[in-house]
């Protein structure tokens, strides 16, 4: 009876460690490199809050500006989690994207849980940035 109980829960806690899908540092580090690959459909579907709001042609547009940035940088080389802060349905994942010319930024995200899935929600004042 000890066996089973203790079969279950590993497996109990192999599901809470890994069965919600990708966490908000996947999402971003996903995002960051289908904007880098110019895949700026399936990156504008990652947004969500207020930028949604502009419609799916401006963020297409806004991303291939992004993509092109990214590009005359020498592209993505790499994505480095600093921090990520969970609370509830937000979270806060700070990066450093770092590019093939050496350069490197880092960046504060916000995400949100919508439908269980964690979508990037910038603010708006981000498409003056």
Not at 67 to 89: A, P
Request: charged residues 25%; contains cysteine.
């Amino acid at each position: 009876m000890h066996r089973v109980w203790s079969g279950i829960l590993t497996v109990t806690a192999a599901c809470l460690a890994g069965c919600g899908g990708p966490g908000p540092a996947d999402e971003i580090e996903r995002f960051l490199r289908l904007m880098d690959q110019g895949e700026c459909a399936e990156a504008s579907e990652m947004i969500g809050g207020q930028m949604r709001m502009l419609g799916t042609e401006l963020l297409n547009a806004a991303c291939a500006e992004r993509s092109r940035e990214m590009s005359q940088r020498g592209g993505l080389e790499s994505v480095e989690i600093l921090s990520e802060d969970v609370q509830g349905n937000t979270a806060t994942v700070v990066t450093r994207t770092t590019y093939g010319d050496g350069s490197s930024s880092e960046r504060e995200n916000l995400l949100t849980r919508l439908d269980g899935v964690w979508m990037f929600t910038p603010d708006m004042s981000e498409m003056t940035e």
